[in-house]
């Protein structure tokens, strides 16, 4: 009988502490209903308050440095990134839109993420010939299961009216 030598048995014993969690592709979509300005996603520049909400004259006033190559990125569970949501409206009228709640892909996947995003029951406007931003955020529990999640946003166009009554200071973000 061959005996495994003590050095390799702790190899073999210690290998599932020393693995790291696979990282996560996070994809961040959008659907549009009468609502002209897409979002993309940024990295955000130094440390701006989560869901920091404004618009303003042009993407150099946003804390944000570059796109986030087809809204998509990794990250490993038991991680946090923070981002920025852009939207730019090229229009002469201001824009008002909300966020119907996201829906996730796979749902079995759906377990151990939290996203704090801008369906918040809230109305947004972006001035004319402005560019609009909200700081957010994306977790993954360390439990988290899965490779891969896709989560979707539907932007919703409404009136100045409508978004009157939907608008609102912004919250405080729980830490």
Partial sequence: MRRIPFSLLLVIIACPVWAAASPVKIN????YKDFAAPVTIYEVKGQPRLWHTASVAGLADAPVTMPI????????????KRFALVAQNTADQPLYFFAAPHTVQPEED????????LCTNQAYAIGPKQT???????RLSPDFVGKELTITHTLIGIDKERAASFSKKPVMPDM
């Fill in 132 to 138: 609009w931003y909200r700081i957010v955020e994306f």
């Fill in 69 to 80: 190559t087809g809204s998509a990125f990794q990250l490993e569970p038991g991680k946090i």
């Fill in 110 to 117: 759906a377990l151990g993420f939290k996203f704090k995003c």
């Fill in 28 to 31: 961040i979509a959008w659907r």
